[in-house]
């Protein structure tokens, strides 16, 4: 029944997720200026007629003229859909598009997904093979096998361009690199390792060919199917399975991992028993892989040897053999040297890369995303899916596999300035919001939704919720929010935590509480129970301030200074603080945080250098090294004007206190941002475009903040409330569940509040 229940939801929210803002998930920007004629004449005619007669003199020009160096289509034919098996073409097409999705969040590389409405594989591979001078690199998913194997290496000797079958070779590469180390951590060598692969599909034969590519002997290795261990001379065995056939009396995958070091199951749920585990050679090495259920789960296997390494395809526990760690980076260093083949060698390289990482010392922003402090040992033998320096590490590995393979056409010459490239690639904020959103995973918190008759507040809540992040609190009239619930299709709706006011026996506490805090500023104790049992941010607030919950999100319903103004009656700022807020603008490659853009009207100097130190904290805690800027309409005196006094004095306040950030002002926007403006003065403070702006008053952030959002085209995250003695936040009247929920997160996780 539970099980039930968590795929209801997910039906519910997943099209919910695909259909808003608009169908999909991907969309094509222009990465050039397009506004006036001149731009368009360049673009198209007669422009682009240069590049065209450029390319036709020389092919390698379309890597510098044209996006297809960065571009790699991610087709099926919708044969093999994840485990849900042959759906067709169009139906795969969710699939392929988050596909592109990851590979562009992960490696910045560009991604156009394609259905081709056949499973006739030699028509399969006419379609992808005329398509060549359109990509960089072809990404095979979701064909059945054997039709899969066939495509694969029909492309790869038609096409000169680097062609994988992710289901075969990412999953081989990732379970390669954490068979290494659990050889390590094991006092094993591959070359003397018995292993028994359960399963003989794509994945299962990919995994067993890369492994005995890196040492382990053919002779040592039994694959089983579903009729047992495959041997020479056996019915029914394809050349892709006979092809791994070995001599053995086993005829059962009991028999078969008698003495077996290591099981690397692709197959089915509940395929490996208990009991057969006891029979491995000690220190036991399990990769049970099969999705969503593995073959056995890891607390089975521990029952009866404590001492096995266990690895398996699901998030919740250790060891993940997650396709994410693999082949966004291989396209990408792939990509990178421009090669015409991904071979066993890059393969190679890239396991071991991974393997590698996993030894080293986890940063700081992966084990506050977890909640734990990993370290390399049997439960860690695989690095974090998040881990950023995957980017340098693996795709630098296999761009130098590519290079001494003698398959880069555009070798790197320095690889020092290669992989400072890769770090730069991916906006910072991509990674630390995903590290957030675990973190609050690891660590669940009471959320108070203060409006949660609100269809948006309430979507939030349920994915709250369900995604994980902790318990909400649903304030709002009872029978409202139930009903609401059961629309939604959440079947459990009594099982919400609802406070309504009308009847909640809180209220005498509340009211104590309330009256105590108001009773020399006007207030008498029939204002304050009116406040508590009519103003549910009042009556949210009031939860939150007698620890019924851990913090409070609001803000649909009211303005954000009235929102403020009510939860202000009952929380107060921080001792020392001042509350103000941040606009977070997010683009391609940049985050600028603004700063106040909702409180203080007018700040002081002290007020201007407070905002700045916790802006810049923020900042930080995203992953940014922060480089401040105070704004004026004045850049160092010129012009000068009566308003400069504050900025000035606020910059003297951080001299005399010397922080451990970049800051500089006053200054115009141009002079923090363009690199050519900043060139004017090179006396500024500032190494780079500053990344965090402190305005000099509330008319200039909020004006700056809703024009850049409105006018600029980048997602938003804000206003974040900074400052309160408690995890605060105020949503905009127009968010979106997204946006609720994002806050609510980062509330929750500590981030920001």
Not at 5 to 23: C, D, G, N, V
Not at 530 to 558: K, P
Not at 640 to 660: C, F, S, T, Y
Request: glycine share 6%; charged share 25%; hydrophobic share 45%.
């Amino acid at each position: 029944m539970a099980e039930e229940k968590t795929s209801a939801f997910t039906e519910r929210e997943a099209l919910f997720y695909h259909e808003t803002i608009r169908p999909g998930k991907i969309e094509i920007v222009a990465s050039k200026p397009m506004a006036t004629q001149r731009d368009l004449s360049l673009a198209y005619s007669p422009g682009v007629a240069v590049p065209v007669e450029a390319i036709a003199a020389d092919p390698a020009n379309a890597a510098k003229y044209t996006a297809r160096a960065n571009l790699v289509a991610v087709i099926s034919n919708g044969t093999a859909i994840l485990g849900l098996g042959n759906l067709g073409a169009l139906a795969s097409k969710p699939v392929m598009e988050g596909k592109a999705v990851l590979f562009k969040r992960f490696a910045d590389v560009d991604s156009i997904d394609i259905e081709l409405d056949t499973e006739d594989p030699d028509k399969f591979v006419e379609a992808v093979a005329l398509m060549e001078p359109t990509f960089g690199g072809i990404n095979l998913e979701d064909i059945a096998a054997p039709e899969c194997f066939i495509i694969e290496a029909a492309l790869r000797e038609r096409m000169n361009i680097p062609v994988m079958h992710d289901d075969q070779h990412g999953t081989a590469i990732i379970a390669a690199a954490g068979l290494i180390n659990a050889c390590h951590l094991t006092g094993r060598q591959l070359r003397d390792c018995r292993m028994v692969v359960n399963g003989a599909g794509a994945s299962a034969l990919a995994c067993t060919a890369l492994i005995k590519a890196m040492g382990i002997p053919h002779e040592n290795v039994i694959v089983c199917d579903r009729q047992g261990p495959i041997y020479p001379g056996r019915d029914n065995v394809d050349q892709w399975k006979s092809a791994h056939a070995v001599p053995t009396e086993a005829r059962s995958l009991e028999e078969a991992l008698v003495g077996a070091d290591i099981f690397l199951g692709l197959s089915a749920a509940g395929a490996l028993k208990p009991e057969w585990v006891e029979k491995m050679a000690k220190q036991p090495i399990i990769f049970a892989m099969a999705n969503p259920v593995p073959e056995i789960m890891p607390d089975d296997a521990k029952s009866v040897r404590p001492d096995a390494i266990i690895a398996t395809g699901r998030s919740d526990y250790p060891n993940q053999v997650n396709n994410v760690l693999g082949f966004p980076f291989i396209f990408r260093g792939a990509l990178d040297v421009q090669a015409t083949d991904i071979n066993e060698e890059m393969k190679i390289a890239a396991a071991h890369a991974i393997a590698e990482l996993a030894r080293e010392r986890v940063p700081e922003e992966v084990a506050a995303a977890y909640g734990v402090s990993h370290r390399f040992g049997t439960d860690y033998i695989i690095p974090a899916p998040f881990d950023p320096r995957l980017m340098e590490v693996v795709s630098s590995a296999v761009a130098k596999a590519a290079m001494d393979s003698g398959v880069a056409k555009a070798p790197i010459a320095d690889f020092a300035e290669y992989r400072n490239r890769l770090k730069a690639r991916l906006n910072p904020t991509t990674a630390a919001l995903t590290n957030i959103y675990e973190r609050a995973r690891a660590n669940p918190k009471r959320m108070v939704f203060a409006e949660a008759e609100e269809e948006v507040v309430l979507r939030a809540a349920i994915q709250f919720r369900d995604f994980g992040y902790g318990e909400p609190i649903l304030v709002g009239r009872t029978e409202k929010v139930l009903d609401q619930l059961k629309a939604l299709a959440v079947e459990d709706p009594e099982s919400f935590v609802i406070e309504n006011s009308a009847v909640s026996d809180k209220k005498p506490e509340m009211v104590r509480y309330l009256y105590e805090r108001l009773q020399r500023r006007g207030y008498t104790e029939r204002d304050v129970g009116r406040m508590v049992n009519q103003e549910r941010n009042v009556f949210a607030a009031l939860l939150v301030a007698l620890g019924h919950g851990d913090g409070l999100i609001s803000g649909l319903t009211r303005t954000f200074s009235q929102t403020a103004r009510e939860i202000g009656r009952v929380i107060d700022p921080k001792p020392g603080a001042i509350p103000f807020g941040i606009h977070m603008m997010i683009g391609k490659n940049h985050t600028t945080f603004l700063a106040d853009t909702t409180i203080n009207e007018r700040p002081s100097a002290e007020q201007l250098a407070q905002i700045a130190r916790e802006t810049a904290a923020v900042a930080r805690r995203m992953g940014h090294e922060p480089r401040v800027a105070f704004l004026s309409y004045s850049t160092f005196g010129n012009p000068p004007g009566q308003w400069l006094g504050n900025l000035r004095d606020a910059v003297a306040i951080l001299d005399r206190e010397k922080p451990d950030f970049e800051y500089e002002g006053e200054m115009a926007p141009d002079a923090a941002l363009n690199p050519k403006v900043m060139a004017l003065y090179p006396f500024s403070r500032l190494s780079g475009p500053a990344n965090v702006l402190v305005m000099p008053g509330l008319q200039s952030a909020n004006l700056s903040a809703k024009l850049l959002r409105e006018l600029a085209g980048n997602a938003t995250i804000g206003p974040m409330l900074i400052g309160m003695e408690k995890p605060i936040q105020i949503a905009p009247m127009t968010a979106i569940a997204p946006d609720v929920l994002t806050l609510a997160v980062l509330a929750s996780a500590g981030v920001v509040g």
